[in-house]
């Protein structure tokens, strides 16, 4: 009997997942702690009353957030592999740096809502390890891509993101440097990292579209003929 070929799996919903998952855990748990009285109610892009971990450290909001990024950071690490895998020899350090970012990920959410000076380093070091090599793991796809001369628009629009998402990081660290007012200073913070989780959703929602564009799938082998 002939094998039956296998049907490729488009790759577009993957990054489309892990944007949509992280944007509505970080809007539900607000509007959850805002409900429930947690926080009070604003809108963080602009008033910088709260941020994503405070918005999501308490009652429903924290199970709801964690529910949701924790397999969210399973996603992340898949993502990085099969575009390691995607992008070909070379660049297996676009798959490591994807599973450091998605690691911690997942150890930012296991964490969050939890208390004591140990579980805030861990809760620290996760979500600044997620956007670092995260950030790392997208300019080398971007560089690779930019390279080979893939990508067109997409890529354009990528690489746009990235370099506001860099514009974002070093005015936090002017903020930090600069303004001598602790209120001013959490609220400007606040403001600057919603900002950043929205670019970041943005910018897994623009692989989306260069993969869907590309007709990038994932293709299974027939299972070998049964004797």
Known sequence: ?????????????????????FTVAAHLALWLSIRDGWIEACVPY???????????????????????????????????????????????VVAWMGAAAAMALALYAAFLGTEGE????????????????????QLVFLARLRA????GAPVCAMLAVALLMLALGLANVATGALVDDGRLKDRIENVLEWHL???????????????????????????????
Do not use: D, K
């Open 118 to 137: 140990a579980y805030r380093f861990l809760r620290r070091y996760g979500v600044v390890c997620f956007f670092g090599f995260g950030y790392l793991a």
């Open 1 to 21: 009997m002939t094998p039956v070929p296998q049907r490729p799996v488009a790759l577009w919903p993957l990054p489309l997942s892990v944007a949509v998952l």
């Open 197 to 227: 989780g929205w670019l970041l959703a943005a910018w897994y929602l623009l692989h989306a579209w260069l993969w869907r564009r590309l007709g990038v799938a994932l293709a299974f082998a027939p299972p070998p003929p049964r004797r």
């Open 148 to 151: 080979g001369g893939q990508g």
């Open 46 to 92: 602009v008033e910088g009353c709260t941020s994503i971990s405070r918005a999501a450290r308490h009652g429903l909001g924290n199970h709801v957030f964690r529910l949701m990024v924790l397999p969210c950071a399973a996603l992340v690490g898949l993502h990085w592999w099969l575009a390691a895998r995607w992008l070909g020899r070379g660049a297996a």
